[in-house]
């Protein structure tokens, strides 16, 4: 790639490996908002209330669907009806990971997310936007007053000294927490990819579920055997007859 190696040195960035001067993940990433961007467009240009097509359905489904599954469903049931105006960013991000994660299924493709530097993108994004929100709701001190639990009086001020710092670390962790969770994800993804089912038998009956034949001898021995096995039926107890 001499245009992106010629890019990246008027940019001051000496890439790992001048063979691949971009990265694998970051292709893929492109590759993932292309998608999720195609689909968005696509989908807007079809919008119909009468007659929905199957793509406006499964977007709908990704937002709303009966089982209360959908982004539109969990931030209303987390943050409560409020919670409708941060559908765009939160659905960007979460339509972004799952278009990532099953990039993964195609063979000859990875997952962008498998790179630690993406999930910890999207982590930092995400940390930056709650963030950002909760300071713009509450006002820079009533959002920091938060973190001390909103004290009142002496004894909630007192309080407030051990809860604000241990507040402000967890509150912090979770950069690390979103992105572990993250990039866990994208392997767990490949192998139940990776997993063929057996191919059936001629007929029809798979050979991992067949059970396993047994010589004349082995029936007659097993038959004798379950004649004088006791059975428990409603609290008595039964002999199997011949």
Same mark, same amino acid.
């Given at each position: 790639?001499?245009?992106?190696?010629?890019?990246?040195? &008027?940019?001051? =960035?000496?890439? +790992?490996?001048?063979?691949?001067?971009?990265?694998?993940?970051?292709?893929?990433?492109? =590759?993932?908002? @292309?998608?999720?961007?195609?689909?968005?467009?696509?989908?807007? *240009?079809?919008?119909?209330?009468?007659? !929905?097509?199957?793509?406006?359905?499964?977007?709908?489904?990704?937002?709303?669907?009966?089982?209360?599954?959908?982004?539109? /469903?969990?931030?209303?049931?987390?943050?409560?009806?409020?919670?409708?105006?941060?559908? $765009?960013?939160?659905?960007?991000?979460?339509?972004?990971?799952?278009?990532? %994660?099953?990039?993964?299924?195609?063979?000859?493709?990875?997952? $962008?997310?498998?790179?630690?530097?993406?999930?910890?993108?999207?982590?930092?994004?995400?940390?930056?936007?709650? %963030?950002?929100?909760?300071? #713009?709701?509450?006002?820079?001190?009533?959002?920091?007053?938060?973190? +001390?639990?909103?004290?009142?009086?002496?004894?909630?001020?007192?309080?407030?000294?051990? @809860?604000? $710092?241990?507040?402000?670390?967890?509150?912090?962790?979770?950069?690390?927490?979103?992105?572990?969770?993250?990039?866990? *994800?994208?392997? *767990?993804? +490949?192998?139940?990819?990776?997993?063929?089912?057996? !191919?059936? *038998?001629?007929?029809?009956?798979?050979?991992?579920?067949?059970?396993?034949? #047994?010589?004349?001898? /082995? #029936?007659?021995?097993?038959?004798? &055997?379950?004649? %004088?096995?006791?059975?428990? @039926?409603?609290?008595?107890? &039964?002999?199997?007859? +011949?």
């Amino acid at each position: 790639m001499p245009a992106a190696t010629v890019l990246l040195s &008027r940019l001051h =960035i000496q890439p +790992a490996s001048p063979e691949t001067p971009i990265p694998q993940h970051v292709v893929m990433g492109m =590759i993932a908002v @292309l998608i999720g961007t195609a689909f968005a467009l696509i989908v807007r *240009s079809r919008l119909s209330v009468e007659k !929905p097509g199957s793509l406006q359905q499964v977007a709908e489904m990704l937002l709303t669907n009966p089982l209360e599954f959908g982004i539109r /469903d969990l931030l209303v049931e987390n943050v409560g009806h409020e919670g409708v105006r941060y559908v $765009p960013f939160v659905g960007a991000i979460s339509i972004f990971i799952l278009i990532s %994660n099953l990039l993964a299924v195609f063979p000859f493709l990875v997952a $962008p997310t498998g790179t630690v530097t993406v999930p910890l993108a999207c982590a930092t994004l995400t940390f930056l936007y709650f %963030n950002w929100q909760g300071a #713009r709701h509450h006002g820079v001190g009533g959002y920091l007053k938060t973190f +001390a639990g909103s004290p009142h009086g002496v004894g909630g001020w007192l309080l407030a000294l051990l @809860l604000f $710092p241990v507040e402000i670390i967890s509150t912090t962790a979770r950069l690390l927490s979103l992105t572990v969770r993250l990039w866990s *994800s994208p392997p *767990s993804v +490949a192998t139940s990819a990776s997993i063929v089912p057996s !191919p059936p *038998s001629p007929m029809g009956i798979s050979s991992a579920s067949s059970p396993p034949s #047994r010589s004349p001898s /082995d #029936r007659a021995c097993a038959t004798s &055997r379950a004649e %004088n096995v006791p059975l428990k @039926l409603s609290g008595a107890t &039964r002999t199997t007859s +011949a």
